[in-house]
């Protein structure tokens, strides 16, 4: 694979030089100049692939300083104060129930709690992947995780600078997150 998309990165290079080439000839003589026309040219040719590589970054780094992030609203210590003898009589199923609904995936932890994903894509290439870790009888939020990096599409599969992954601290914060939800899953049966 990466073959293929070295020799499509080739030849884009060759065309696109062919075309600044051309342009700068066409320029020369119909008298006009040659450099604007070149530097035109090479700015349209970079333009075809890379349109959206400047937004996505910036769209990127604007959600990643506002909104991800790792949140601890009660410690399994506060729940279990809260909540005296429950998280003895919790079993955790070895394989987890999950309901798929719009957008997301809740899985029944045990009894008690469900581990909410959401999954949505606000703008650009750039989607949001947010945790949530739910008290089911009281619907009281326990903890939450959201972090944004770029949708597998198709085309940026090709364009390998579209990838942009994690905002930073962001697989830190989802082990973190993890390893949160799992003090809460109880005995396994």
């Known amino acids: 694979m990466g ?3 070295f020799g499509m990165m080739a030849l884009y290079l060759l065309i696109s030089i062919a075309v600044v080439t051309w342009a ?8 006009k100049t040659p ?3 070149g530097a035109g040219a090479a700015l349209v040719m970079y333009l075809i692939p890379c349109w959206d590589w400047i937004p996505t970054v910036a ?6 300083s506002t909104e991800a992030g790792f949140w601890v609203y009660k410690t399994v210590d506060q729940w279990k104060a809260e909540n005296p003898g429950v998280m003895e009589t919790l079993t955790t199923p070895r394989v987890w129930q999950h ?8 899985v029944h932890i045990n009894q008690r709690f ?8 606000p ?9 949530k870790l739910i008290d089911v009888k009281t619907g009281e939020l326990l903890g939450y995780y959201v972090d944004f990096a770029s949708r597998d599409v198709v085309l940026d599969r090709l364009r390998f600078w579209m990838n942009v992954q994690h905002c930073s601290g962001g697989r830190n914060n989802a082990i973190s997150f993890g390893d949160y939800y799992i003090q809460f899953k109880g005995v396994e049966k």
């Not at 700068?24 to 008298?31: C, F, I």
């Not at 309901?99 to 809740?106: C, E, L």
């Open 59 to 64: 769209v990127h780094q604007y959600y990643c």
């Open 114 to 121: 469900d581990l909410v994903y959401e999954k949505e894509r």
């Open 35 to 37: 450099w604007h026309w």
């Open 3 to 5: 073959l293929v998309i």
């Open 24 to 31: 700068v000839r066409h320029a020369k003589k119909s008298g």
């Open 99 to 106: 309901d798929y609904s719009d957008g997301g995936d809740v």
């Open 123 to 131: 703008i650009s290439t750039v989607g949001r992947d947010a945790r």
